[in-house]
Structure formats: C-alpha cells, structure tokens
C-alpha cells in the first residue's frame, strides 16, 4: 500500500513537471523569439527535452508492476539520452551566441519565468528524490536531477538578463551554461552506463 502511494505521488508530480515545462518551453520559445534571446531559447529548448522525460517517467511509475531490470533501465538508458540531448543544445547554442556576440534582451516574460523556475524546481527535485528512495526507482532519481538542472538553468538564465541589463555583460549567460555542460554529460554518462542504477537487482 505504501508503495502504491509513493507510486501515485510520483506520477502526480510528474504530471505537475510535463505542465511546467510545457509552460517553459512556450514562453522561453517565443519570448526568446521576439528579443532575439539565445537564453531563452536556450532555456525552452531543454524544458522541451524535460517534456520527454517527464513523459517517460509517467509511463515507468505506471508500469511498475511490471517492474524489471529492463523497464528501469530502459526508462535510465532514455533519461542519459535526454541530459546528451540538453547538453548538445546548450553547447550549440551558447557557442554560436559567443561568435556572434548575441546577449539576451530584456523580457518581462522572461524574468518572471526565470524566477518561477528558480523557485519551483528545486522544490519538484527535492520531492523526487524523496518519492525515487521511497519506491527504489534511479529513473526517478535520474529525473529529480534534470529537475534540478532546469532550476539551475533559470538561476544562469536571470543572471544573464540581469548583467546584460544592468552592467552590459553580453556574454555571462553564454559562459555560464557552457561551465554546467560537463556536469550534464557526466549525468547522462552515468545513466547510459547505469551506474546509478543500484537499485536495479
């Protein structure tokens, strides 16, 4: 019974995830659009990669009593492929930003998305990790990180508009992302790898 409940909680918060970042990538795509932001777009991009993600997660707590070594790690082996898919992106973007001097402009609706998502995913991660322990589940974990990584990402994304506003610092959004995609790799490696799958016996 427990675990049908920390089950049902995951997917609940999973749910509220793929409305989060449905939220993210539409105002980061076209807001990003309209000021000519590499950041924002930037931003949407991997909040739509975190769609698919989210998505897979609610088809693996859905499916738990068919739990195996292969449905976790299928469900780990397409999470590692998602952090690849926002590393790529990040990578991309920030280092056609950087050869063409582009800096992100200021954006009311980017400001206040960056600062939902500075707030509220840390706390959609910390809950995670929470339900990932409680239902032995390093998909979920795999998942709670990505979380965090977008609130780390809204966190560069307010900096970025805050220095370029206020102290004409073009490049610091651009810089910063690069500095968080060898952390990204490093996830994505270890979920490839299913490393992080201890609890997968």
Request: net charge neutral; proline share 1%; charged share 15%.
């Amino acid at each position: 019974m427990q675990r049908a409940l920390s089950l049902r909680r995951g997917q609940i918060l999973e749910w509220f995830t793929l409305a989060c970042c449905l939220l993210e990538t539409s105002v980061g795509l076209l807001s990003g659009a309209q000021h000519n932001s590499v950041a924002l777009l930037s931003f949407g991009a991997q909040s739509f990669v975190e769609v698919a993600s989210a998505t897979v997660l609610i088809w693996r707590l859905g499916n738990d009593h068919h739990h195996s070594h292969d449905v976790e790690r299928r469900a780990l082996r397409i999470e590692g492929y998602c952090f690849f898919a926002i590393a790529l992106y990040v990578s991309a973007d920030s280092a056609r930003a950087l050869s063409q001097r582009e800096a992100p402009t200021l954006s009311v609706a980017g400001i206040a998305l960056a600062l939902f998502s500075l707030v509220v995913m840390p706390l959609l991660a910390a809950a995670k990790r929470k339900v990932s322990r409680s239902v032995s589940s390093d998909a979920l974990e795999a998942d709670a990180k990505q979380s965090a990584l977008c609130g780390y990402f809204a966190g560069i994304l307010l900096l970025g508009l805050i220095l370029n506003q206020g102290v004409h610092v073009w490049w610091a959004d651009s810089v910063a992302s690069l500095v968080m995609v060898p952390l990204i790799l490093a996830e994505g490696k270890r979920a490839l790898e299913g490393k992080s799958c201890s609890h997968c016996h």
